[in-house]
């Protein structure tokens, strides 16, 4: 620890003086240039891969059953969401309505986002 309080930009207890840049870190382009080159090499073998599922799911592999359909049929995205809540009419309707979606994230019938979307008055999606 005596090492660390040595250095000019650390503190004696080993943490960042302030001010301190903590380090470049990765380069963006790098992090995109991997990403792009890991989706070229998936993308010319989609086929076998969904293939090999395939077999293995006929198989009987129950990870390989649900990588497939999670593929084939993903979960739906801006759809109206059913929470069987009373109309709005006024505010105190609202915690009845706010009740209703939360239950609908947790219960797995709206993701995240949708969930979010609806708290913030896209009651279009309601």
Do not use: Y
Not at 95 to 122: H, I, K, P, Y
Request: overall charge neutral.
């Amino acid at each position: 620890m005596s090492d660390l309080s040595e250095s000019k930009s650390r503190t004696a207890d080993g943490r960042f003086i302030k001010g301190c840049p903590a380090g470049p870190g990765r380069p963006r382009k790098a992090v995109r240039a991997a990403a792009d080159a890991l989706d070229e090499r998936v993308a010319a073998k989609a086929d076998d891969l969904f293939e090999m599922a395939f077999r293995q799911a006929d198989e009987g592999n129950a990870t390989a059953l649900k990588a497939l359909l999670d593929r084939v049929w993903p979960v739906g995205r801006s759809r109206p969401l059913e929470i069987g809540a009373p109309p709005i009419k006024h505010p105190r309707d609202l915690l009845t309505a706010m009740a209703g979606v939360t239950d609908a994230m947790f219960n797995g019938d709206a993701t995240a986002a949708e969930s979010a979307a609806a708290r913030q008055g896209n009651q279009g999606t309601l």
